[in-house]
């Protein structure tokens, strides 16, 4: 079975749809959260996600803001004001599929949030020691996070240290031991490749494949700046960051 696994949309409709074109037949999807936020098409992503096969979707904290759930003047300000943007613009039935998004799953090998197990929402794991920390909240063999935009995979070893991986497009991983594992981000890439990110969990084979895959990143800035939308959250598409 193939799950497509995929993080941080931000409303970039142009990066989603490669993504789906790349990735081809999947039967399942897992989404990590952060639908909404920075881009420009977000009643267009959310209907696209909504009808993706056996879907599990997460809340990330730009969903919660845009719901009201949580205060917006804890994001900075460029943040803050597309997420204004943004809910002015979107449609009631996207209001209520971003009032189901889920802030973790826990199944008998995954554990599946945005942020991290300790924080599902804010706590990003950028490093091996906040990854050290992190393990000790989820009991599964693996937890998959979003939320920091960059591909990597936390490994715990026996010693108790942390290796950290960088995945290259194409690298299929097998997990030895527990795990943390982060598919990159879909619509706004902050490792410097601007190129939407994905993974594919291949159960059969065991493996977790990283891939690239590039879009039309001037027609989303010329939308982002057509609404409103902070002129930063156009230019850092062409430098992913
Ligand atoms: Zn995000």
Redo the contacts with the bound molecule.
Sequence with gaps: MRTLVIS?I?ANLNAFKAVLADAGSVDQVWFLG?LV?YGPDPDECIELLRNLPNLLALM???DAALMEYIPIDRFNREAADAIKVQAGLINQNSREFLELLKLRIDSDNLTIVHGSPRNPVWEYILGPSNARENFKHFESQGCLV??S?VPVIFVLKEDGLIDTLFPKHGDRWQADGRFILNPG?VG?PRDFDPRASYVIWDDEEQTWGFYRVEYDITGVQDRIMKLGIPPRQATRLRTGT
Excluded: V
Aim: net charge negative; proline share 0%; aromatic share 0%.
């Design positions: 941080d931000h952060d936020g990330g904290n730009h979003g939320h935009h981000s706004q």
